[in-house]
T-cell receptor, first 119, second 112 residues
């Protein structure tokens, strides 16, 4: 069964500091997708990124960057020069692409990391 | 562009009362639809998903049920609420089961 572990429950940083959120996953499949979502205090989950298991290139989007390493089954998320608006709970998630036979391509979420950026 | 709506935004219900939460998607056809629950703290639990009208799959046995009466409408129901049903309910949609899920604004349910 697939599993996502976000070992950091809560992180606090001072504004403008860089912060990395860790995500480690387990899957039996060779083809899968990894995701990051942001949940601000309002509650809505905001999609940030989706990566295919065959694409290990790191990605940068503004102050956000993602480091995908299959060798360590990790998909870490770094925020550079953090801002107060980055305060939220961040979820890492995994979706196995191969049909499991159970009738569902389940999206498995980690328990989330609560990031607090202090002004 | 696609948008997803949920209502109500907040709901306070007594134990034993019925429940009906609604989710609608605009701007797409034949979406896959999902209901998740997030209990106090965090952690999302998939409750139901649907690949088409009238097709519902349940992931967690409980006193909740789901229905999809129209292509872009997904309803979460209960005949009698329990205290443990309190939580944040999120609806999501995707083009198909392999694609990214996009979430609605959620409904906060408090059962007293």
């Amino acid at each position: 069964a697939q599993k996502v572990t976000q070992a950091q429950t809560e992180i606090s940083v001072v504004e403008k500091e860089d912060v990395t959120l860790d995500c480690v996953y387990e899957t039996r499949d060779t083809t899968y997708y990894l995701f990051w979502y942001k949940q601000p205090p309002s509650g809505e989950l905001v999609f940030l990124i989706r990566r295919n298991s065959f694409d290990e290139q790191n990605e940068i989007s503004g102050r956000y960057s993602w480091n995908f390493q299959k060798s360590t089954s990790s998909f870490n998320f770094t925020i550079t020069a953090s801002q107060v608006v980055d305060s939220a709970v961040y979820f890492c998630a995994l979706s196995e692409v191969e049909y499991s036979g159970a009738g569902s391509y389940q999206l498995t979420f980690g328990k989330g990391t609560k990031l607090s950026v202090i002004p | 562009s696609q948008t997803i709506h949920q209502w109500p935004a907040t709901l306070v219900q007594p134990v034993g009362s019925p429940l009906s939460l609604e989710c609608t998607v605009e701007g797409t056809s034949n979406p896959n639809l999902y209901w998740y629950r997030q209990a106090a703290g965090r952690g999302l639990q998939l409750l139901f998903y649907s690949v088409g009208i009238g097709q519902i799959s349940s992931e967690v046995p409980q006193n909740l049920s789901a229905s999809r009466p129209q292509d872009r409408q997904f309803i979460l129901s209960s005949k009698k609420l329990l205290l443990s049903d309190s939580g944040f309910y999120l609806c999501a949609w995707s083009v198909d089961q392999k694609e990214t899920q996009y979430f609605g604004p959620g409904t906060r349910l408090l059962v007293l």
